[in-house]
């Protein structure tokens, strides 16, 4: 099932104070939609608020990108808090990010979690059902983003919840459609042609492109790119305009 | 203006992980209004549901009780941030506890500021000011408690903000009605029983009663009691004893 | 090997800003070393401060307390830091705690892990070995004390290290002379009488009592007591009194 | 009393986790003396370590860099701490990283105060009197680096405490040899070749040079430069080059 319209999709909004992580303003160019942290493993009320008005200005949809308490470990950090911890951890930065988007004249579109959580919610079917049980208890209509193939996404669609199925404009694929671990040599790609080639594909298929290159069809509603280095950005500007010059229109998910 | 109704809160949900400030389960079935830490100056995800939990079952209402950001001061310092990073500071924090308390199954019904950040509301008018853009950022019809005479109280309701407007059960009050300093002898009544008939006294004349006994016509929607030794929820417990049998319900503000 | 003189040893100084855990100054009459939290999972610098002079008036020795950085959990969850942040963590805290005491004119004595990295340093080798590094990084003359029958313990040992060896008055011990697991009945002594009496037996035969009443040969330099509840303050003292009546001195470890 | 050796000086170790801020790397290539961060306004245990380790290996000598605990403004608002908290938190954070330093295997040679925290140093002599206090619990040896013509500087003398004294390489002097406050224009030179020629002839004429030109004679042991972005460091490499160019050697303080 191709597609006319794709979201494009990046984290941002994870500066804390006098620390930048990122070229946000460049980035809001790029992107169609932003998953802005929540104050946890980065970002802070200042740089949240900023984050939306800014996004509400250049017309990027924004998402609440809730992660472990840890701003140490920028929630890159597997923490040991139990399932129901969760639950908890990520209503209340999901309500914060509701509440200064609204402040600042925007409002949140979904949830996608963020790092080591984001992760877990791949692989492991209790952080994943955490998950949905915090948003739902904030907003049972917020809509969830997912990894595609990830019990995220097939326990939230499972309970009726909008899920915004991911791909990964820089990662490769296992066989089965999953990440390649980051320790597998070949698990990040750093050609900017071949990554955009590569997203082109799979969008005009609707389907995953394997390290084989095998194509395993999947719903794909929005492709995550990086920015957090000079590089990342290219990467990121190289992804959009090769879908545009493909037909692809960059639009947010509502 | 006498009552026959009268609203009483305390600062409730304060404790943080390990540390325990107060008796909660004994505050709430006193009170009829929780105002709920936030997780800045006390308080974590943890705590605020399940002190909104409690609050549910027992029929008690509860409000966002946002602080400074400094849990080793548990909010008592005056910080120095600017009214911009106040609003910020106050949005975060009410959406944050918007969303625990609609997942723990409860609702927010106002907000009343903390410590620090409340006193600045009462004498400085920018702080005041700060709030009020902070809250109705998040929702304009949310109400806010307020010191009775302060600044917050006069600039919210020239906004046509709900305001609450509370009292203190231990606390003496000048000549002007205003709040003597903690630094003065006599500024905290420390017998129940005084406390308490001056409580029944205030609401019944509808008026603030000084140190010298005079009474100022005031608007009392609320009186806050303390819970946090074994001796302050004594004589809360006092204060509401002698409220009801002076015929006076408690009931939630709405 | 019995022993006419025994350290008895609590954790002390965990309280945070306006949150107080146990009754440090009721605690500080009963032992004769003082676990010393360096901020990281409980305490700060006010509260080091206060401890470390409470601490000399009373007589007492202390040690420094270090955990893993986590407040919110008090330093109870197992979090992942690799080895080579262990040893960076300690060190930190190890200085901070160091630095405190010799501002309040007292001197740490010895290193005792906390909580969660304690544990870790029974059963894991490398988190044994990282917590020596980081100690011998700061101070290789710095004595450790240690759960008897640990890895901290042998690995201490076989690298020269001073190791004080560590019985619990209130937790029961395996046949392999172990700690039971919390998470089995039985595993804490709740009886003021039955644990004091047990501690004397195992002081005066130099050796673990396990469930079944057997008797391990072990070296037992310290015995640990709790404070942070009024119950675990009576034993502790129960504990004080019976070794003192059955002819064993309480004294610091040097 | 002109010179023939100088110490040049930089705040570095300030990234946490993921956040970096500066090029280290570069400035230990400049700077005779580095100031680290002590983890309460930046820096973490792991910054700390990697920083000292690398100064080792460059030969760079290290102080200890306290701030105040804020690590959303970075050490740069006057936060709300009494005289005798300070002390606490200076000892607190010396002593943390003479421990890191140590493991590191280095060793720290003075200290510093950091931003805000150092300002207060300058024009409040409590605040003098505070952090020579919380450094000498620590030990009453350790050198103190102050800005010149500063509260510290001189209570510092006073004690007996070896007191290094700096000015700055970029920041703009008034008639009485205080620093020209960052609200008035000029008060930081952009230009590298003017600043750096400004330093020479200050160090040169043993004086501080005023905005009008005047030479105000001073003592000049070290002089501050920056590198937290790449127009400071290229300042600082240019103010090293033309010490260097008019015979003057780069020399840490002993």
């Known amino acids: 099932m191709s597609s006319d319209f794709i979201d494009l999709n990046a984290d941002l909004g994870e500066s804390f104070g006098a620390y930048t992580i990122g070229d946000d303003p460049a980035m809001l160019d790029i ?19 900023a984050t939306f008005r800014l996004a509400r200005e250049k017309g990027v949809a924004v998402g609440a990108h809730p992660g472990f308490p840890d701003l140490w470990g920028f929630g890159r950090r597997v923490m040991p808090y139990s399932p129901a911890e969760i639950e908890r951890i990520v209503a209340y ?17 979904y949830v996608k979690t963020h790092g080591a959580l984001g992760n877990l919610t791949e692989r492991d079917p209790t952080v994943a059902d955490a998950v949905l049980k915090g948003v739902a208890g904030v ?13 995220l996404e097939s326990l939230g669609r499972e309970r009726g919840v909008t899920v915004f199925s991911e791909i990964f404009a820089d990662r490769a694929y296992t066989e089965d459609g999953h990440l ?25 298929a609707g ?27 290219a ?18 998910l509502t």
Chains 1, 2, 3, 4 share one sequence.
Do not use: W
């Not at 914060?96 to 579109?109: K, L, N």
């Open 31 to 49: 992107v169609s939609s932003a998953n802005v942290a929540c104050g946890f493993h980065g970002g802070d009320p200042e740089v949240m608020n």
């Open 180 to 204: 390649v671990s980051r320790k597998e040599a070949g698990a990040v790609l750093h050609d900017a042609d071949d990554a955009a080639a590569r997203v082109v594909r799979m969008v005009r």
């Open 207 to 233: 389907a995953i492109e394997t390290r084989s290159g095998a194509l395993l069809p999947t719903r794909i509603d929005t492709i995550c790119v990086h920015g957090d280095n000079p590089t990342s950005v």
């Open 93 to 109: 930065q999901v309500g914060a990010a509701m509440a200064v988007a609204s402040y600042a004249g925007h409002r949140i579109s």
């Open 235 to 252: 990467v990121a500007r190289h992804v959009r305009d090769a879908l545009t010059q493909a037909g692809i229109t960059l639009r947010a």
């Open 139 to 151: 907003d049972p209509s917020l809509p969830v983003m997912a990894i595609a193939r990830s019990h």
